[in-house]
């Protein structure tokens, strides 16, 4: 498998599964940008980018219009037009219902959807070819206690996958991949109850993925071996969804 002479975008890359993402696509020689939310790991993450291939970062709220095309203005500049988007930036807030504020609500959908929404466009409207890869969660298809705008988005995130596979389709074949709960600060203790997390590793394999397991399937739907494949979402999970 090879991504020698693509260039790859990447929103959230600094840490955890973007991460792993930018430096799968690295490693199979693509050129990888990747925004990040004012992420501290992010220097570390574009030096390790450039041991492989060549790479561009820049902090861009994915939620702000004018924030994401600007990050892909100064991304196209530096590493040329995008073959490959991978929409990976999201947060997580758990709270119930009741006491669920309407601002944290809207905060999530606004990263998680609208940030996959304003990607994607920006990458439309600079090719006309290539893979948009979109990352939902397991819990977009099972749904989950304290977690209504997290899991709505991810579902809403499923769907967005679907029409714009028909809507793009020849020239841009456009997937998710629906990851069960990965070992990343997204689900450390900091920000996940202790129920939520025993939940999460109730499943056959009983355990966290890696980052690097993610990345894996995202890579292969990034390569030429998945040229007959579009519409689909791809549970990477420890057996936790089974379709
Ligand atoms: P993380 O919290 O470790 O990393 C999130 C990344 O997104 C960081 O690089 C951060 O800078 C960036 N980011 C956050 N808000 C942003 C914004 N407004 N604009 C631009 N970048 C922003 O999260 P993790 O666990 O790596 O999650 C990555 C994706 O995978 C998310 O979409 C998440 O919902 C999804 N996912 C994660 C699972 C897990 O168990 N960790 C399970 C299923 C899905």
């Known amino acids: 498998m090879s991504l020698q ?3 790859a975008l990447v929103t959230g890359g600094a840490r955890g599964i973007g991460r792993a ?3 799968a696509l690295a490693d199979l020689g693509a050129e990888v940008g990747f925004c990040h939310y004012d992420d501290p790991e992010a220097d570390a993450t574009l030096a390790a980018i450039n041991q492989r291939s060549r790479g561009f970062a820049m902090s861009a709220d994915v939620a702000d219009e004018q924030a994401v095309e600007g990050f892909f ?4 500049k530096a590493l040329g037009a995008p073959d490959i988007l991978v929409n990976n930036a999201g947060i997580l807030r758990e709270s119930p219902l009741a006491e669920t504020k309407a601002a944290d ?9 609208r940030g996959s929404f304003l990607a994607s466009r920006a990458f439309v409207r600079r090719t006309d070819s290539g893979r948009i890869i979109n990352i939902a969660s397991d819990l977009g298809l099972l749904g989950r206690e304290n977690m209504l705008a997290y899991t709505a988005s991810k579902g809403a995130i499923i769907t967005m996958t679907r029409t714009l596979a028909r809507e793009l389709a020849p020239g841009i074949l456009v997937n998710a991949v629906a990851p069960g709960s990965t070992e990343t600060d997204m689900t450390s203790p900091q920000n ?3 129920e939520a997390i025993a939940k999460d590793l109730d499943t056959p394999l009983a355990r966290f993925g890696q980052p690097r397991e993610i990345a894996d399937m995202v890579v292969f739907l990034a390569s030429p071996q998945s040229g007959f494949i579009t519409g689909q979402c791809f549970g990477v999970n420890g057996g936790s969804v089974m379709l």
């Open 105 to 113: 609500f809207d905060r999530v959908i606004a990263v998680n959807l």
């Open 5 to 7: 002479g693509q260039t």
């Open 73 to 76: 203005d100064a991304a196209c």
């Open 192 to 194: 996940m109850s202790p």
């Open 21 to 23: 993402i930018c430096l």
